[in-house]
T-cell receptor, first 113, second 111 residues
Framework: DTGVSQDPRHKITKRGQNVTFRCDPI?????LYWYRQTLGQGPEFLTY????????KSRLLSNRFSAERPKGSFSTLEIQRTEQGDSAMYLC???????????FGPGTRLTVL | GESVGLHLPTLSVQEGDNSIINCAYS??????FIWYKQESGKGPQFIID?????DKRQGQRVTVLLNKTVKHLSLQIAATQPGDSAVYFC??????????FGTGTSLTVIP
């Protein structure tokens, strides 16, 4: 399967714990996006990488959130000191430079107890 | 069947009928729009896109119409099938590479 993959698919954690999610984009896709989606809503943009450079961040991305893409391939999204309001589906998408179509992964569902 | 995405978030149609899903976007400067389909438990899947210099684009069984005057998009699905049941989102490209997704419309196809 050469699509976007995300790991883990599900994560249950206690409030205050740190969590890290991984996204492996489609090979050779330069652009990588992170979104958050809550039930009944559309995905909300969090951040965007072009290769290893983090070019855009949403104001939704509080200082508890950090994302990296150290080698311009896979990316990680870390949430520190999780809160119940962080419970959501975290989606990753990638696209080539040549056009805007984004290919989404299956998401990581986070539940904060 | 027809819906206005922001006011009627659900749409039910009979199998074989045509569906129309509507979306109002916010930014008159947006120059690119995408329709996505999202099935339960999966990430959004690209359906069709359109640039602001066009007012209509057709794909296989789907047509997107863009009315920039009233900032309105619609997705038409011909001969709707049970496999079309999903939530449909329109997304507009904002400044830079940020995409803003609408609330979505849930389409249910009745066999």
């Amino acid at each position: 399967d050469t699509g976007v993959s995300q790991d883990p698919r599900h994560k249950i954690t206690k409030r205050g714990q740190n969590v890290t999610f991984r996204c492996d984009p489609i090979s050779e896709h330069n652009r990588l996006y992170w979104y958050r989606q809550t039930l009944g809503q559309g995905p909300e943009f969090l951040t965007y990488f072009q290769n290893e450079a983090q070019l855009e961040k949403s104001r939704l991305l509080s200082n508890r959130f950090s994302a990296e893409r150290p080698k311009g391939s896979f990316s990680t999204l870390e949430i520190q000191r999780t809160e119940q309001g962080d419970s959501a589906m975290y989606l990753c998408a990638s696209s080539p430079l040549a056009h805007n179509e984004q290919f989404f992964g299956p998401g990581t569902r986070l539940t904060v107890l | 069947g027809e819906s206005v995405g922001l006011h009627l978030p659900t749409l039910s149609v009979q199998e074989g009928d045509n569906s129309i899903i509507n979306c109002a976007y916010s930014n008159s400067a947006s120059d690119y729009f995408i329709w996505y389909k999202q099935e339960s438990g999966k990430g959004p899947q690209f359906i069709i896109d359109i640039r602001s210099n066009m007012d209509k684009r057709q794909g296989q069984r789907v047509t997107v119409l863009l009315n920039k005057t009233v900032k309105h998009l619609s997705l038409q699905i011909a001969a709707t099938q049970p496999g079309d049941s999903a939530v449909y989102f329109c997304a507009e490209k904002m400044t830079g590479n940020q995409f803003y997704f609408g609330t979505g419309t849930s389409l249910t196809v009745i066999p």
